[in-house]
């Protein structure tokens, strides 16, 4: 079923809101209620703490990065539906967004951005200066990834890269340097966002196509499948070299071989390509970063 569907402009006259349905159309912007991309976010920034300390880290950095990844990637819903207001209304699956709908105005959308970058900065600021000097190159990554599908055919790779930057920035706030290990969990993270996003972008890739929306899953094909299983191969790869420079055990690798059980399953749902079964595989990666995390915690215990 086509997505494309015509719908009045944004401009058109929209019934004044109470604030009680003003609050609802910013958390739908935000999608709070739709929390697989906190959890996204989440599992590797949470790893990240957990080797930079060798176990549970400082409670107020704690709470700085788990705020910080609900903040900042409401942010990135906030800016990506900016980005997107003059194709989400005519396209179906994205026609009642609220800044498609006209009931949060993209000058509205944009001061709610700079709001909420505010708040993860001003959480930032509680860190040390090497935190504080990497959270200026997360602002940016964050600002300028919805924009890239329209440039290049890689804009997962950019969203990996804005989702994976809180890694160096973990251990720098807990440890006050960024290790090699750190770099390579940030490699590792890029390429786990990679892989999830693609089955992500496999569910629209025709309607991606007819709008003019670029994505690695139009990129690679026929070979979508082949090459995304190449990079969940990298993933381990570079997890199992983590694994022994951290000189984690049995319980880490314990957690990487459900990791790669997962990533078996996900294989099996996107084998037809069909669009629920991509969307499954998509959102199963919530359960992929959630017991590689549980490894890493009960090996440390």
Same mark, same amino acid.
């Given at each position: 079923?086509?997505?494309?569907? =015509?719908?009045?402009?944004? $401009?058109?006259?929209? /019934?004044?809101?109470?604030? =009680?349905?003003?609050?609802?159309?910013?958390? +739908?912007? $935000? =999608?709070?209620?739709?929390?697989?991309?906190?959890?996204? +976010?989440? %599992?590797?920034?949470?790893? !990240?703490? %957990?080797?930079?300390?060798?176990? +549970?880290?400082?409670?107020?950095?704690?709470?700085?990065?788990?705020?910080?990844?609900?903040?900042?990637?409401?942010?990135?819903?906030?800016?990506?539906?900016?980005?997107?207001?003059?194709?989400?209304?005519?396209?179906?699956?994205?026609?009642?967004? /609220?800044? *498609?709908?006209?009931?949060?105005? /993209?000058?509205? !959308?944009?001061?709610?951005?700079?709001?909420?970058?505010?708040?993860?900065?001003?959480?930032?600021?509680?860190?040390?200066?090497?935190?504080?000097?990497?959270?200026?190159?997360?602002?940016?990554?964050?600002?300028?990834?919805?924009?890239?599908?329209?440039?290049?055919?890689?804009?997962?790779?950019? +969203?990996?890269?804005?989702? *994976?930057?809180?890694? /160096?920035?973990?251990?720098? *706030?807990?440890?006050? @340097?960024?290790?090699?290990?750190?770099?390579?969990?940030?490699? *590792?993270?890029?390429?786990? !966002? @990679?892989?999830?996003?693609?089955?992500?972008?496999?569910?629209?890739?025709?309607?991606?196509?007819?709008?003019?929306?670029?994505? $690695?899953?139009?990129?690679?094909?026929?070979?979508?499948?082949?090459?995304? !299983?190449?990079?969940?191969?990298? &993933?381990?790869?570079?997890?199992?070299?983590?694994?022994?420079?951290?000189?984690?055990?049995?319980?880490?690798?314990?957690?990487?071989?459900?990791?790669?059980?997962?990533?078996?399953?996900?294989?099996?749902? &996107?084998?037809?390509?069909?669009?629920?079964?991509?969307?499954?595989?998509?959102?199963?990666?919530? %359960?992929?970063?959630?017991?590689?995390?549980?490894?890493?915690?009960?090996?440390?215990?």
């Amino acid at each position: 079923m086509s997505k494309t569907h =015509r719908t009045p402009s944004p $401009t058109s006259a929209i /019934p004044q809101l109470s604030r =009680r349905e003003k609050l609802g159309q910013y958390i +739908l912007l $935000t =999608r709070l209620n739709r929390p697989i991309g906190i959890f996204l +976010l989440l %599992w590797p920034t949470l790893v !990240a703490l %957990w080797i930079a300390a060798k176990g +549970l880290p400082d409670l107020d950095v704690l709470f700085v990065f788990v705020m910080g990844v609900v903040l900042m990637r409401s942010a990135g819903c906030v800016i990506n539906d900016y980005a997107d207001r003059k194709i989400d209304p005519h396209v179906k699956r994205t026609a009642d967004r /609220p800044i *498609a709908t006209g009931k949060v105005t /993209p000058h509205e !959308a944009i001061v709610f951005f700079a709001m909420l970058c505010l708040l993860a900065f001003i959480l930032v600021l509680m860190m040390n200066r090497l935190t504080i000097y990497l959270s200026f190159g997360g602002v940016v990554l964050a600002a300028i990834y919805p924009f890239m599908k329209r440039y290049t055919y890689l804009p997962q790779v950019f +969203l990996g890269v804005a989702f *994976a930057w809180a890694i /160096p920035m973990a251990f720098a *706030a807990q440890s006050n @340097t960024v290790p090699v290990d750190a770099w390579v969990l940030f490699l *590792a993270t890029v390429l786990w !966002a @990679t892989a999830y996003d693609t089955m992500y972008a496999m569910v629209d890739r025709d309607d991606d196509i007819k709008i003019g929306v670029k994505s $690695t899953a139009i990129l690679f094909g026929d070979l979508d499948r082949v090459i995304i !299983a190449i990079i969940q191969a990298m &993933i381990f790869v570079a997890m199992i070299i983590l694994g022994q420079s951290s000189e984690l055990g049995f319980f880490y690798y314990s957690g990487l071989a459900l990791a790669a059980a997962l990533a078996g399953y996900q294989q099996f749902l &996107i084998r037809k390509r069909e669009r629920d079964d991509c969307l499954k595989a998509f959102l199963n990666n919530h %359960w992929f970063g959630f017991v590689i995390f549980i490894g890493v915690v009960v090996d440390f215990l």
